[in-house]
Nanobody, 124 residues
Framework: QVQLVESGGGLVQAGGSLRLSCASS????????VGWFRQAPGKEREFVAA????????RYADSVKVRFTISRDNAKNTVYLQMNSLKPEDTAVYYC?????????????????WGQGTQVTVSS
């Protein structure tokens, strides 16, 4: 069982930065690939970024490419999402999710474990 807890959300002005953290209390966290998703009010949950077990491969949604960076520190059982040049359209609840194995994908159905989410609000 993997339990995930997100933190680092908040209110920021457009152009600002935030770093989200996803901490796991489960064992063998390094055997899971991890993804970040977000859901804005009235919209479906969408893929943001994902990272393989070792961190050697990452994948991003086109809307956040260049601005966001996903990384992980397996010694700390934590995955990060550095978000720069934030825009009002980045406003959403951000969730991290874990999937056993080393393949990463954009479909939320392949991720077995989810955190409770953290709110990110970008003001214009």
């Amino acid at each position: 069982q993997v339990q995930l807890v997100e933190s680092g959300g908040g209110l920021v002005q457009a152009g600002g930065s935030l770093r989200l953290s996803c901490a796991s209390s489960g064992r063998a966290f390094s055997t899971y690939s991890v993804g970040w998703f977000r859901q804005a009010p009235g919209k479906e949950r969408e893929f943001v970024a994902a990272i393989t077990q070792s961190g050697g491969t990452t994948r991003y949604a086109d809307s956040v490419k260049v601005r966001f960076t996903i990384s992980r520190d397996n010694a700390k059982n934590t995955v990060y999402l550095q978000m720069n040049s934030l825009k009002p359209e980045d406003t959403a609840v951000y969730y991290c999710a874990a999937s056993p194995g080393n393949s990463i994908g954009t479909n939320s159905d392949r991720y077995h474990y989810w955190g409770q989410g953290t709110q990110v609000t970008v003001s214009s």
